[in-house]
Structure formats: C-alpha cells, structure tokens
C-alpha cells in the first residue's frame, strides 16, 4: 500500500483532508450565512445553507470511511 511523507496510508490521510476541509468550509459557511441575512439576501443565505449541509454530509461520510477503515491493513500507520 502506498504511503505518503506522513506514514499513514495515502487513503486514510485523503479521507481526513476531505473530512477536515469539509469541517472547515462548514464552519467558514456559517459566516457566509449570516452575511447574507444582513444583506437581505435570503435566497443566497438559502444556497450556502444548502452548500453547508452538503459539507456537513461529506464529512459524516468520510467519519464513517475512516471508521470502517480503522484496524484494517488499509487503515492506520503504514507497516511497509
């Protein structure tokens, strides 16, 4: 299996960045939200809402991955 510089299996460190930069968008989002709703922009603080709930999904989707993954071969600090 191939490994990246962090020793970590190249799938299990894809499957975190993904989950953390969906965390972190998520986040980010709910500025984006609140931004619109003072502008009086409801329509556009409906799409970010949607645009969050769809990250918030990735990442719950990615858990569960990196879940099933753990103490498997392809999961965890690489042995090879």
Do not use: C
Not at 55 to 75: F, M
């Amino acid at each position: 299996m191939a490994t990246g510089e962090t020793g970590f299996a190249d799938v299990t460190f894809d499957l975190i960045s993904v989950q953390y930069h969906s965390l972190k968008a998520g986040h980010d989002y709910g500025q984006y939200v609140r931004d619109a709703e003072n502008a009086g922009l409801d329509d556009v603080a409906s799409f970010f809402r949607e645009v969050m709930e769809q990250d918030s999904q990735r990442a719950q989707r990615a858990h569960d991955l990196l879940r099933e993954l753990a103490g498997t071969e392809a999961g965890g600090p690489a042995t090879s």
